[in-house]
């Protein structure tokens, strides 16, 4: 069964506290991308990967750090220095570069109190 | 900035009845893609037109491209109450900016 996998679906933490999200693609794409989504508006690149050790700062990268050890996984950590984390946030992964066609997977919607 | 805009924001018709989204965007492009997105759900992706491409075709789906008014519609005939989604247009910038930018979307709701 081959897809983007993120976990947990639903992740509450308070405030100042750093927090992961796992990404994991079983597809063999080189590309995976992180976006964020406020309520009502479209997607915001924060993090992508073109290569496993290598990634670049999207268009909101401050107060977020992504690492690319694996092909399968691009892991997102939500610091304390993100001064709006509630949102929910979207991984998805592309077999050429971001313009191609991406996969999305499910999501995990993050509220921080 | 947000390269492609979406209008209408919201659109409500009923079951049977065409829908029609339409997309504007700011600066030259190499393809325009359309994603569908289920309420609290990823996105999906629904067709990809190159910037050489006017039309394209995939099932009830029908997507325009003007390159000429940086604008691309998308129809979807013979509405079902399944099509009730968001949908999103997103851009790949010729001017290598290496990132798809997307709209803020259209939220489509179908009435049985």
């Known amino acids: 069964d081959g897809g983007i996998t993120q976990s947990p679906k639903y992740l509450f933490r308070k405030e100042g506290q750093n927090v992961t999200l796992s990404c994991e693609q079983n597809?063999?794409?080189?590309?995976m991308y992180w976006y964020r989504q406020d309520p009502g508006q479209g997607l915001r690149l924060i993090y992508y990967s073109q290569i496993v050790n290598d990634f670049q700062k999207g268009d909101i990268a401050e107060g977020y750090s992504v690492s690319r050890e694996k092909k399968e996984s691009f892991p997102l950590t939500v610091t304390s220095a993100q001064k709006n984390p509630t949102a929910f946030y979207l991984c998805a992964s592309s077999i050429q570069g971001p313009g191609g066609e991406q996969y999305f997977g499910p999501g995990t919607r993050l509220t921080v109190t | 900035s947000q390269q492609g805009e979406e209008d209408p924001q919201a659109l409500s018709i009923q079951e049977g009845e065409n829908a029609t989204m339409n997309c504007s965007y700011k600066t030259s492009i190499n393809n325009l893609q359309w994603y569908r997105q289920n309420s609290g759900r990823g996105l999906v992706h629904l067709i990809l037109i190159r910037s050489n491409e006017r039309e394209k075709h995939s099932g009830r789906l029908r997507v325009t491209l003007d390159t000429s008014k940086k604008s691309s519609s998308l129809l979807i005939t013979a509405s079902r109450a399944a099509d009730t989604a968001s949908y999103f247009c997103a851009t790949d910038s010729i001017q290598g900016a290496q990132k798809l930018v997307f709209g803020q979307g259209t939220r489509l709701t179908i009435n049985p």
């Open positions: 597809l063999n794409h080189d590309a």
